[in-house]
């Protein structure tokens, strides 16, 4: 059974632009991205819509509807009343390039500021021993299909520009968590989380969970456990104290030199 829907979509582009109305034929089945398609091919043929694997894994048609940031694959049309309005805009968070297609570069670039996996040198490989319950906790971050929807839709950069060059976003909060939970990697990466990428800003409200198609608890799993590890390291005072007498052991070596 077919009816007619409304669809309410962003068109333009550099920043501006204006939401236009659209009747469009709807099939039983289908999702927003279809709709969209269907727009395409009869009304508007200039509609600028990222999308490629339309199977919920590449994360390329995230967008806003309804307000809320979602699949355009994923999210289906029998979630809506036939009477009711479906409003489509881009992801917010992110510069607008045309319509619903979104600069998301600023995710690239904080991905490039990472160091990557820093295994043990003396470990060759096929060495390496790990618990099934570490493999189990970095399991799941590695479902991250990189819609960058938990970014869009946190707070600190949505809606304070001045913190994206200091925040790297849920996304990459969850990936340096990952690499820390790691039994063999040697990298230390509590300072750079919260000096370099801003873990300090994020207040857990878990909007970035909410949003996640992975359905991945990024701030129960991820980002919690990684604020406890780096409160450990600079306020807990039997680390602390350990650190000192470390540190002082270091330099009594060195002198003896």
């Excluded at 089945?29 to 969209?36: C, H, Y």
């Excluded at 938990?150 to 990936?175: Q, S, T, W």
């Amino acid at each position: 059974m077919s009816y007619k829907a409304k669809f309410r979509v962003w068109r333009g582009e550099g920043g501006e632009g204006r939401l236009e109305d659209y009747t469009v034929e709807v099939n039983e089945g289908e999702v927003v991205l279809d709709v969209l398609h269907r727009l395409q091919a009869t009304q508007a043929p200039d509609l600028a819509v990222r999308w490629n694997c339309k199977a919920g894994k590449c994360g390329s048609c995230a967008m806003e509807i309804n307000g809320k940031p979602r699949l355009g694959c994923m999210t289906r049309m029998s979630t809506f009343s036939e009477d009711e309005t479906i409003t489509v805009t881009p992801m917010r968070t992110f510069p607008v390039i045309k319509d619903l297609v979104t600069d998301v570069s600023f995710n690239y670039e904080k991905a490039r500021q990472i160091p990557s996996f820093t295994p043990p040198k003396d470990v060759k490989p096929g060495e390496m021993r790990m618990q099934q319950v570490d493999v189990d906790r970095s399991q799941e971050f590695r479902k991250c299909i990189e819609c960058f929807m938990c970014n869009n839709v946190c707070h600190v950069i949505r809606d304070h520009e001045e913190n994206k060059p200091h925040f790297a976003g849920p996304r990459f909060l969850m990936r340096i968590a990952e690499l820390d939970m790691h039994p063999y990697d040697v990298e230390d990466r509590k300072d750079l989380a919260q000096d370099v990428h801003g873990l300090g800003f994020c207040n857990i409200t878990k909007c970035c969970t909410e949003v996640c198609p992975e359905h991945i608890k990024i701030t129960d799993n991820a980002l919690i456990p990684m604020k406890e590890r780096v409160v450990d390291r600079r306020y807990d005072p039997l680390v602390w104290l350990g650190s000192k007498i470390f540190r002082r052991s270091e330099k009594t070596e060195k002198a003896g030199r």
